[in-house]
């Protein structure tokens, strides 16, 4: 539990380094977290010891135990030494075949994915000029094995039309290759996500850079905070406003660093929009891909 709360308090700290003032909380969130904290607020009874209730006395109400009973905290796992990947010799689509086989078949990767969900490796064309590098897959991506495929995702994909470009033209992955695990309901579903720590980070980091190789994309673009820490590095920033919309590099690549599609799923103001538009105006000048006066002018105030 106390693992669990940790990384709540991280994921609001990083909505309000991101200038989220609301966070809206699902009715089914709700009702997990009372059933969650109602089952941990009844004692503990043995097969032959039962608790029984305090006699009642005439006049004298019953004094219950003031002191509580806390349980003690699950430690928090701690992940084997990151991977060393070696890739057979051939085309793309032989290396990149190997690799999704490597990840599938990673007993780190797979003991972090729940029952009938799937370990997420990237999508896109092999000879991509772009590559989008998100934190972590989400609910509707561990069902779909497929990064990005949920409301931000489909958001995204809005985003890389605007740019004149299909999904299929560019490269998408997530640093992570699982989504980070919160407790779940009585039914075994996981309500909301947390960021993954830096340590699940640098565990699944051999395998993005494993797909920079073989894609060998020209330019990279990190979408939202937790990515922007993953790739440049836990402090090497204080909020992303500090650093969005300016060039960086990771793994020999360019690397641009901007908002989450989900940053706009909260935020729908023509400046917030504007925002993640400029950075990708940027990556389209540097990627040397047409860019027409209409959209140079996308969500500017009229």
């Not at 003032?21 to 109602?38: F, P, Q």
């Not at 089952?39 to 032959?48: F, T």
Request: proline letters at 10%.
């Amino acid at each position: 539990m106390r693992f669990a709360l940790t990384a709540l308090t991280d994921e609001l700290r990083r909505l309000k380094t991101a200038g989220v003032k609301t966070v809206a909380v699902s009715d089914a969130s709700i009702a997990a977290l009372r059933e969650t904290m109602a089952s941990r607020a009844q004692p503990a009874v043995g097969p032959e010891l039962k608790a029984v209730p305090p006699l009642p006395v005439a006049g004298v109400k019953p004094v219950l135990p003031t002191k509580p009973v806390t349980a003690k905290p699950s430690p928090v796992p701690t992940l084997p030494a990151p991977p060393t990947l070696t890739l057979p010799d051939g085309g793309k689509q032989i290396r990149w075949d190997a690799l999704l086989a490597l990840v599938q078949n990673d007993p780190v990767c797979r003991a972090h994915v729940r029952p009938g969900k799937k370990v997420v490796l990237g999508v896109g064309h092999l000879d991509a000029k772009i590559m989008f590098v998100g934190e972590a897959p989400g609910a509707e991506e561990e069902v779909q094995g497929e990064p990005f495929v949920g409301p931000a995702g489909q958001l995204l994909t809005k985003m890389i039309q605007g740019m004149g470009l299909k999904r299929s033209d560019v490269y998408i992955g997530n640093i992570m290759n699982w989504r980070p695990e919160l407790p779940t309901s009585a039914n075994g579903e996981q309500y909301g996500n947390r960021p993954p720590t830096e340590e699940e980070m640098c565990y699944c980091l051999p395998y993005l850079r494993a797909q920079i190789e073989v894609v060998a994309p020209a330019l990279l673009v990190a979408l939202g905070t937790t990515a922007a820490q993953g790739l440049l590095g836990f402090g090497s920033f204080k909020a992303l406003g500090d650093i969005r919309g300016r060039w960086a590099e990771f793994a020999g690549k360019p690397l641009m660093v901007t908002y989450h599609p989900s940053y706009i799923l909260r935020n729908q103001s023509n400046r917030s929009k504007r925002m993640i538009w400029e950075d990708l105006l940027k990556v389209m000048e540097l990627g040397a891909l047409p860019i027409s006066d209409r959209q140079r002018g996308f969500f500017l105030d009229k």
